[in-house]
């Protein structure tokens, strides 16, 4: 199985995982806002924010697709290490 990768100015080539803007903020201001993460069966990462998290689907869908981003798994590795998550 090939996941889809993006370069990483700090991790280069890695697989593409998929993000709310709010842990992206979080992981810039060194700030810990919650970490909700799953695995497609397509075997793509993706997690979003304690306050995310807490919206309805129809709330969170009325966001639309710019609160989602892409960035490389190292760095959701080191959003999962910030806010204190496992990843299995
Ligand atoms: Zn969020
Ligand atoms: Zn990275």
Not at 12 to 25: A, E, R, S
Not at 40 to 48: K, N, S
Request: contains cysteine.
């Amino acid at each position: 199985m090939k996941l889809p990768s993006v370069t990483c100015g700090t991790h280069g080539k890695q697989p593409q995982t998929f993000v709310c803007v709010h842990i992206i903020d979080g992981a810039k201001a060194g700030d810990a806002k919650g970490f909700w993460w799953s695995r497609g069966e397509d075997g793509v990462w993706d997690a979003i924010c304690d306050d995310c998290n807490n919206l309805s689907q129809a709330e969170f869908d009325a966001l639309g697709p710019n609160n989602i981003k892409v960035i490389c798994l190292g760095c959701y590795e080191d959003a999962a290490a910030l806010n204190e998550i496992e990843l299995e």
